[in-house]
């Protein structure tokens, strides 16, 4: 079975300008959530899609949204971008809501710089 | 709102047993994972606690105490390979802890 897939794994972008960021779940899992890592705050959680309705959202501007499509697919978007968005975003997906104990599988993660 | 706190770094020697501690406060307790990532990959799953008590896989365990808001990850028999962070997690939006980077030397 396929794990978690993310692209582009690598971005770079300049402040002002938007990004979009793809995730496919591994096969069967309806959940999919994003995570924002950095050195300075660890893995902080941005939100969980499931059946294509926001379910959890963590504590991030309104710059910061997502949308899941029918089969599961996800994509994140950030505009205005700033410099503090350098980070790694990971999607991590699952069969049932992450927050309600089922594990969590992560995708190798999306490196954007922001310059 | 919640809280984790684990160690930030810790160093061991191979073959020993190290113990990592995390301590939380959360507002909704759905279980407790403990997460291996190493250096520019990607979380992997080690661990889940939901019950009190002691969970063995293997030469990790993960023990879970929730009246205390305290669990901690047993490795034992250490290798370089375990050389990584070690992030416990818990909550409805899975709130993750900064992490403790364990530092196994030879």
């Known amino acids: 079975k396929a794990g978690v897939t993310q692209t582009p794994r690598y971005l770079i972008k300049t402040r002002g300008q938007q990004v979009t960021l793809s995730c496919s779940p591994i096969s069967g899992h309806r959940s999919v959530s994003w995570y924002q890592q950095t050195p300075g705050q660890g893995l902080q959680f941005l939100f969980e899609?499931?059946?294509?309705?926001?379910?959890n959202k963590g504590n991030f501007p309104g710059r910061f949204s997502g949308r899941q499509f029918s089969n599961s697919r996800s994509e994140m978007n950030v505009s205005t971008l700033e410099l503090g968005d350098s980070a790694l975003y990971l999607c991590?997906?699952?069969?049932?809501?992450?927050?309600?104990?089922?594990?969590?599988?992560f995708g190798p993660g999306t490196r954007l710089t922001v310059l | 709102g919640q809280n984790i706190d684990q160690p930030t770094e810790m160093t061991a020697t191979e073959g020993a047993i190290v113990q990592i501690n995390c301590t939380y406060q959360t507002s909704g307790f759905n279980g407790l994972f403990w997460y291996q990532q190493h250096a520019g990959e990607a979380p992997t799953f080690l661990s889940y606690?939901?019950?009190?008590g002691l969970e063995e896989k293997g030469r990790f365990s993960s023990f879970l105490s929730r009246s205390k808001g305290y669990s901690y990850l047993l490795l034992k028999e250490l290798q370089m390979k375990d050389s990584a962070s070690y992030l416990c997690?818990?909550?409805?939006?899975?709130?993750f802890g900064g992490g403790t980077r364990l530092m196994v030397k030879p």
């Open positions: 997690a818990v909550g409805n939006m899975l709130t």
């Open positions: 991590a997906s699952s069969l049932a809501l992450a927050g309600l104990g089922d594990t969590q599988y």
């Open positions: 606690n939901v019950l009190d």
């Open positions: 899609y499931f059946s294509e309705t926001q379910r």
